[in-house]
C-alpha cells in the first residue's frame, strides 16, 4: 500500500532563517507531487507541483522554492522565511490515471 | 483564486442528525471531490463525482451536482460524533497539466454527542 511522509511535524523558525520540508512517498512510482499551504481557518493554496524528478512547476510567485531530486521525494525550500510563510504545509500525491489526490499528515511551521 | 466555495461555513449538529454541505464553483469541471480534514491532520479523499454524474453514495454520504448551476452538496446521514472535520469541495482544471486541483475554505462540522 502506498504510504507518504512528511517532517518534521512541527516546526519554529524565526525571521530570515532557511528552511526544508521533506515529503516522501512510497509504494509508488513516477507519481504527480504537489505542495499546499493552509492558513489557519482557510482552504488549501497550491504552492508547487512536479510530474517527474526535476520537473517543477510554480503556482504562486514567493520566497519559497521546490526540488524534487528523487522519484519519490518533494522538497520545500526557503533561503529566508517572512512571518507570512507561517502555516500549515501539507504534501500530497496523485497516482496513474485516478484522480484522487492523497495526503501527507502536514508540517505546522511558526515563523517568529 | 479560490474556485469551490463551501456553504456553510460552520455547521453544528447533534449526533444522529443529517448534515448537508454545499458547494459553488465558477467554472467548467470534469470532476468534482469532496475531503475531510479532522484538526490538524492531512486531508482525506471521501467521494468523486463526475461531470456527466448528477448523485454517487458512499455509506453514509450522499453527493449531488448540479453542472448547470455548478453546485454540488455532500449530505451526511445519521451523523456521528466521530464526522466532527472541516469538509472541502475540490474542482479540477480542465486543460490544466499535471491534473491540479482548487479547494474550497471548507466548511467546519461540529457533531455533539
Known amino acids: 500500500s502506498q504510504t507518504i511522509h512528511q517532517w518534521p511535524a512541527t516546526l519554529v523558525q524565526p525571521v530570515g532563517s532557511p528552511l526544508s520540508l521533506e515529503c516522501t512517498v512510497e509504494?509508488?512510482?513516477?507519481?504527480?507531487l504537489y505542495w499546499y499551504r493552509q492558513a489557519a481557518g482557510r482552504g488549501l493554496q497550491l504552492l508547487f507541483y512536479?510530474?517527474?524528478?526535476?520537473?517543477i512547476s510554480s503556482e504562486v510567485p514567493q520566497n519559497l522554492s521546490a526540488s524534487r531530486p528523487q522519484d519519490r521525494q518533494f522538497i520545500l525550500s526557503s533561503k529566508k522565511l517572512l512571518l507570512s510563510d507561517s502555516g500549515f504545509y501539507l504534501c500530497?500525491?496523485?497516482?496513474?490515471?485516478?484522480?484522487?489526490?492523497?495526503f501527507g499528515p502536514g508540517t505546522r511551521l511558526t515563523v517568529t | 483564486s479560490q474556485q469551490g466555495e463551501e456553504d456553510p461555513q460552520a455547521l453544528s449538529i447533534q449526533e444522529g442528525e443529517n448534515a448537508t454541505m454545499n458547494c459553488s464553483y465558477k467554472?467548467?469541471?470534469?470532476?468534482l471531490q469532496w475531503y475531510r480534514q479532522n484538526s490538524g491532520r492531512g486531508l482525506v479523499h471521501l467521494i468523486l463525482?463526475?461531470?456527466?454524474?448528477r448523485e454517487k453514495h458512499s455509506g453514509r454520504l450522499r453527493v449531488t451536482l448540479d453542472t448547470s448551476k455548478k453546485s454540488s452538496s455532500l449530505l451526511i446521514t445519521a451523523s456521528r460524533a466521530a464526522d466532527t472535520a472541516s469538509y472541502f469541495c475540490?474542482?479540477?482544471?480542465?486543460?490544466?497539466?499535471?491534473?491540479?486541483?482548487?479547494f474550497g475554505k471548507g466548511t467546519k462540522l461540529s457533531v455533539i454527542p
Open positions: 509504494g509508488t512510482s513516477n507519481p504527480n
Open positions: 512536479s510530474v517527474g524528478i526535476g520537473q
Open positions: 475540490a474542482t479540477d482544471r480542465p486543460g490544466a497539466g499535471s491534473y491540479q486541483l482548487t
Open positions: 500530497a500525491w496523485k497516482g496513474g490515471a485516478g484522480y484522487e489526490q492523497y
Open positions: 467554472t467548467s469541471i470534469n470532476n
Open positions: 463525482i463526475r461531470s456527466n454524474e
